[in-house]
């Protein structure tokens, strides 16, 4: 975990031996091939995140737990940056890095459905659009693609939610 958070996003097994001062077959000992190794990344990575993810909203209504939710997917895709950027260089060889990633996107959308009242649920346009500026995959091109530091990516990211809630009356018809 340590080489990925450090940039090395496609260590090997022997590159990991070496880190950890052991011998490869150690390696394998511990985990029978790579797919157990990266479930065990993924188990570690969503101790840390699912207590953000999880935890209750404090907002009055769906557009201040958009908002919340959008300051929380800051603090959980920055800290799992490196660690989805390395499984995304793997998943086209790895079963368990293609159902992770299916599983994730998934639960990242529904996490935003879950904040929406049914008349907003019922305007596909402004609900799709949300759900795409609170992905990873926006935070990454945020990042990555255009440079920006967390900070400013966190404010764009912000910026585009702002934009989106405020397309939707209080009745929750798009405007």
């Excluded at 929380?72 to 499984?87: G, I, Q, S, Y």
């Excluded at 009242?117 to 949300?130: G, K, Q, S, T, W």
């Excluded at 585009?160 to 009745?171: F, H, K, R």
Aim: glycine share 6%; aromatic share 6%.
């Amino acid at each position: 975990m340590e080489l990925i958070a450090n940039g090395e996003l496609n260590p090997s097994a022997a590159r990991v031996a070496e880190e950890a001062g052991i011998g490869l077959r150690t390696v394998f000992r511990h985990f029978d091939d790579m797919d157990a190794l990266y479930a065990e990344i993924t188990a570690t990575i969503a101790e840390r995140v699912m207590p953000i993810v999880t935890a209750p909203y404090a907002g009055d209504d769906w557009r201040a737990h958009v908002r919340e939710l959008a300051k929380r997917r800051v603090r959980v895709f920055e800290a799992m940056l490196p660690f989805r950027l390395a499984a995304n260089i793997k998943r086209y060889q790895s079963p368990f890095l293609m159902g992770q990633y299916a599983r994730v996107v998934t639960l990242e959308r529904e996490l935003v459905l879950r904040l929406l009242p049914a008349p907003v649920l019922a305007r596909r346009i402004p609900v799709e659009a949300l759900c795409a500026a609170l992905s990873f995959q926006t935070w990454r091109a945020l990042r990555h693609d255009q440079g920006l530091s967390a900070e400013d990516a966190g404010a764009v990211t912000a910026h585009m939610v702002e934009a989106l809630i405020g397309t939707v009356p209080d009745d929750g018809r798009a405007g």
